[in-house]
């Protein structure tokens, strides 16, 4: 991607989190400031947290998709409904035929929230799961990917990819690259991760849930509120008003759950994207963070910010608006990447009191109305699986 030729445009694009849905719900947000964190319950949880919770997720699928029937996909076909998105795809279908457009979705959980109803609902005596339990359409990481393929009735390359919190931001990657070796001429990208008690167990278990809204990069931080969210983006050849520069990949195996605190892998993903999209570091205008509100990995991505970039490089969390979408993260904050370059504005770390002043990188505490030309985007998971994306608007 270091050539006009090999450029990928962004013809569409959409999210859906708790701020609302489609593209003018998530931008009247981040620029009213106003954040879809709540204090809230979610299923029978009984932990004292904030949540991000999506509206309108209580309606099965249709029938023609009942065995896909689950939070997850349900959620998927509500993003996929928004902004004009699916219909942009079908003109694009009719054009190239639908075994030229790809699939690349990311998940970290997928519909495993209905696995957790499923279990509650077993035989006790048996054990036997409920017969209207599919592992196949539900829980499966692949589920999500062949749910998208199937609404959107495409058959190119399909792929789920897992990787924790970068999982919707490696899938830029990996449909770059199916793109550039002629595998598709287009791909559907994206993800969806739906609230379920496994991941608010599971990180409240590490001591990572906050019971405070989420503030990233503050002094006194101390965890992370769970959202969930789905998004989608359509990527073709050419150029185009945005467009897709660069990416980098990098995974610094140090811990399962806990970053490398010296940012050596992620610096290595931000260097990597910088020199695919042929830029340089002062060239940025914005980074959105990965930013999770964790004192360990706030304080490990600004280590890498301070290597690789210039100290005045603007940068923020927006998780302060919809909790960590784990596994649709990527995809969230690319759309948000996407919002501020299309609005010429770079929003400030919401949540965010008093700067941790052990933190070197220029922390946006009040937003800011100024062009936009080049944002990267920071995703990282656990066990070090790093992506960094760099989006570009038209001069």
């Keep these: 991607m270091t050539s006009a030729s090999q450029s990928l445009a962004i013809t569409a694009y959409t999210a ?20 879809g964190l709540r204090k809230q319950k979610f299923d029978v949880s009984d932990l004292d947290c904030w949540v991000g ?21 349900r959620l998927a076909q509500l993003a996929l409904a928004q902004d004009g998105f699916a219909q942009r795809v079908a003109a694009l279908r009719a054009k190239l035929g639908g075994d030229r457009i790809g699939v690349f979705i990311g998940t970290s959980t997928a519909g495993i ?15 036997k799961l409920p017969d209207w339990f599919s592992h196949r359409h539900t829980q499966s990481s692949f589920s999500t990917a062949e749910f998208v393929a199937t609404v959107l ?30 595998l598709c001429d287009a791909a559907v990208v994206g993800g969806v991760d739906s609230l379920c008690l496994t991941t608010l167990y599971g990180f409240n278990a590490l001591q990572l849930v906050s019971g405070e809204i989420c503030r990233p990069a503050d002094a006194v931080r101390n965890g992370i509120s769970i959202g969930e969210a789905g998004g989608f983006a359509l990527l073709e050849k050419g150029p185009g008003k945005l ?17 490398d605190p010296h940012g050596g892998g992620a610096a290595r993903a931000m260097q990597a994207a910088l020199a695919r999209a042929g830029l340089e570091p002062g060239d940025i205008d914005y980074v959105n963070l990965h930013g999770t509100g964790t004192p360990a990995n706030d304080a490990a991505e600004d280590q890498a910010i301070a290597t690789v970039l210039p100290a005045a490089t603007a940068c923020s969390s927006t998780k302060g608006w919809t909790g960590h979408t784990l596994g649709a993260a990527g995809i969230v904050e690319s759309v948000f990447s996407l919002l501020c370059i299309e ?53």
Aim: net charge neutral.
């Design 53 to 73: 919770a999506v509206d309108g997720l209580d309606t099965a699928l249709p029938e023609a998709l009942a065995a896909w029937e689950c939070r997850n996909n």
């Design 243 to 259: 467009q897709l520069l660069g990416y980098g990949e990098s995974s610094d195996a140090h811990h399962m759950s806990a970053p």
């Design 153 to 182: 009735d495409v058959n190119g390359p399909t792929f789920s990819i897992s990787t924790a919190c970068s999982s919707s931001a490696k899938v830029f990657a990996a449909a770059e690259r199916a793109i550039r070796i002629g």
């Design 343 to 395: 609005n010429g504005f770079a929003p400030r770390s919401l949540n965010t009191l008093t700067k941790d002043p052990a933190l070197r990188g220029n922390i946006l505490l009040k937003s800011e109305r100024r062009p936009i030309r080049h944002v990267m985007s920071n995703s990282f998971g656990f066990g070090g699986s790093n992506c960094v994306l760099i989006f570009g608007g038209a001069a």
């Design 113 to 127: 929230h209905h696995s957790e109803l499923a279990y509650r609902a077993r035989d006790t005596t048996t054990q």
């Design 16 to 35: 859906t989190s708790a701020l609302g849905l489609g593209r003018d719900a998530q931008w009247r947000a981040l620029a009213a400031e106003t954040s």
